[in-house]
Nanobody, 123 residues
C-alpha cells in the first residue's frame, strides 16, 4: 500500500512562514492528483490546495489564495505546501491526500491519506 508521510508542521507566528511536505512511498504511485486538506477542532475537513498530474493545474481554497503555494516534485513523489503569512484561522491539522487517475483533487474521493500534521498559528 502507498503511504503518505507529512512533515514540517509546528508552531508559527502570524506573519511567519512554514513549509509542509508529503512524500509517497510503499507502492506504485503515478498519475495522481495530490494536495492538502485541513481540519480544525469541531469543524469539518476542508479542501485547501490541490495540484494535478503532472502539475499543470492548481486549485486553492479562496481564503488561502495569495498566501499559500502548492508544488510537486514528481521524481520524488512529493508535494509541498508553502505557507506564507499564516493567520490564526489557519490553525488546523493538515492532511496530505492523493487521488489516482484523477485530474482534480477538490471533489475527488481520495485513495490515500497521510496521518496529518498539526499547524498552530499564534497572533
Amino acid at each position: 500500500q502507498v503511504q503518505l508521510v507529512e512533515s514540517g508542521g509546528g508552531l508559527v507566528q502570524a506573519g511567519g512562514s512554514l513549509r509542509l511536505s508529503c512524500a509517497a512511498s510503499g507502492g506504485t504511485f503515478s498519475r495522481a492528483a495530490m494536495g492538502w486538506f485541513r481540519q480544525a477542532p469541531g469543524k469539518e475537513r476542508e479542501f485547501v490546495a490541490g495540484i494535478s498530474w503532472p502539475g499543470g493545474t492548481i486549485d486553492y481554497l479562496d481564503s488561502v489564495k495569495g498566501r499559500f503555494t502548492i508544488s510537486r516534485d514528481n521524481a520524488k513523489n512529493t508535494v509541498y505546501l508553502q505557507m506564507n503569512s499564516p493567520k490564526p484561522e489557519d490553525t488546523a491539522v493538515y492532511y496530505c491526500a492523493a487521488a489516482k487517475e484523477i485530474y482534480s483533487l477538490r471533489y475527488a474521493v481520495c485513495d490515500y491519506w497521510g496521518q496529518g500534521t498539526q499547524v498552530t498559528v499564534s497572533s
